[in-house]
């Protein structure tokens, strides 16, 4: 199935028709047929992105928006000022941009402005130099192998794993260690790499690790989903290398290369205590490595690096915040499982498969790409956390119970139907599983008289130690609630079944008899 979102958003972001291939998993063809469809019918990334996907790809095949007229660039002028130190096709089209945001006119998106550049290239004969675009790519992995740290406490060796990144333009590197290679501590790793750089790629390249990558064959590439979210947050497209492909992410094969040989070989013979003392050291080795004069051309990493910069996408304003995705069926009771809690969500989605994204204090239900709920996370003992208009209407008024209305109606009615409605209270792993017995025996006030009712109670728990509703109703319906009188225990109940416990017993819980 096409991705029709992920196609647009990617090239909003300019990525070229082979990428975003390769990043949605379909044909170069299939992209450029979404691309010219959305392009006739004048519809952009930015105006359907809060549509969910199945109004995004009908708008494309169906729908239609007003044709947008663009401005065709100045080729001629295009091409001499590329003749010009440090001048690049992404500047250039940076500056057309702003020229057509000054005079109101719509502007190509970066593929077209190169592919039309490109046409004016061959009709003039004219000669274009081609490398690495600056800003264009951060390529990720992992080093492979560790570096061991000591516990201080009992002298056992421990494992801390190495992340490198290089931005392919500049090859100016970050390296950090982490504990585990999880895909908590995958997605740190990004979050620390953009802080260092101080910006962000169009495009991250990772190798195909199961943390970031589900799957990636000749014909579908599907991201994680953690991942996929983290590179919505910061503004850029996830396309993984091609299996056994080093070409694809030259700048961190070298990275990996030079990190073992300048930063891990310098380090082997220190001893470390924790993590923070290893990345401390890294991080000093790391400021040398990226300073050091290249051999063939001029500059450094880093000196490089400053040219490029500017050309980095922003920082958003807020820190990416770690999620975890899970697909979940909605029960019957209109609830999903999360952890050993149990979240409301909105009657109409019974029995289908939602997306479920939980962050430090969020719970969130998506359906179809869309946020139908979400909820603070419940820290406290409480099981179910459900809202009121997620209910049908006939279950609302059930939503008002809890347990202490049902101990203050009970205690309007006797010590002995309290201590019944203690117990049932109790008695269940779920305190809510217990509210519609507690309010089914309650009711019973009503068809039979309070007195009755506390008679029956009494009756109950003089010949059982686990009171139920069945067993009241029982007696009321058979009128043999009137105590009989028979030989007192300690606490005035009835021993001719050889049961002590009474109503002071359950009104303290079940944890014996009140003074």
Sequence with gaps: MINYR????????????????????????????????????????????????????????????????????????????????????????????????????????????????????RKTNAVMHIERKPGESLEVDWAGGSVGITNADTGEMMDAYIFVSALSYSGYAYVEAFWTMTGEDWIQAHVNAYDFYGGVTRILIPDNLKTGIDRNTKVETVVNKAYQEMSEHYGTAVIPARIKS???????????????????????????????????????????????????????????????????????????????????KVARDYHVKCGEKYYSVPYE????????????????????????????????????????????????????????????????????????????????????????????????????????LEAACKRVLEFSPRPSYKAVESVLKSGAEPAQEKKAGKDGVAIQYGFLRGANYYANGGDGDAE
């Excluded at 930015?46 to 080729?75: C, T």
């Excluded at 992410?249 to 300048?262: H, R």
């Excluded at 179910?384 to 009615?413: C, L």
């Design 6 to 121: 992920e196609i647009l958003r990617l090239d909003s972001l300019g990525i070229n028709h082979a990428q975003i291939a390769m990043g949605v998993g379909c044909t170069r063809q299939s992209v450029i047929t979404v691309l010219k469809k959305a392009k006739e019918k004048g519809i952009r990334y930015s105006e359907v992105r809060e549509m969910s996907d199945k109004e995004i790809s009908a708008a494309v095949r169906d729908g239609g928006m007003k044709r947008l007229q663009f401005k065709m660039p100045n080729y001629e002028l295009v091409h001499k000022e590329l003749r010009k130190s440090g001048v690049t096709l992404s500047l250039l089209w940076i500056e057309y941009c702003e020229e057509c945001r000054r005079s109101g006119d719509m502007a190509y998106q970066l593929t077209q402005f190169k592919k039309y550049y490109a046409e004016y290239a």
């Design 246 to 328: 080093p070409n694809d992410k030259p700048g961190t094969e070298g990275a990996v290369k030079l990190a073992k040989m300048w930063i891990l070989a310098a380090l082997r013979n220190r001893q470390f205590f924790s993590l923070i003392e290893l990345n401390n050291a890294i991080r000093g080795k790391l400021d040398e490595y990226n300073v050091r004069e290249f051999q063939k051309i001029e500059g450094s990493r880093k000196s490089r690096y400053l040219e490029e910069k500017e050309f980095l996408l922003p920082l958003p304003k807020y820190h990416f915040e770690l999620s975890e995705w899970k697909l979940v």
């Design 349 to 452: 989605y019974i029995g289908r498969q939602v997306n479920l994204r939980t962050t430090r204090n969020i719970v969130e239900i998506f359906y179809d790409g869309l946020r139908v709920c979400s909820h603070i996370k419940e820290l406290s003992g409480k099981k179910y956390v459900t809202e009121p208009s997620h209910m049908p209407e006939n279950h609302q008024k059930h939503g008002e119970w809890n347990a202490d209305r049902f101990r203050e109606w009970a205690k309007r009615i006797g010590p002995e139907t309290f201590a019944v409605i203690q117990f049932l209270l109790t008695s269940t792993k779920i305190e809510e599983q217990s509210y519609k017995t507690c309010n089914a025996l309650l009711h019973l006030s009503g068809k039979y008289s309070r007195d009755r």
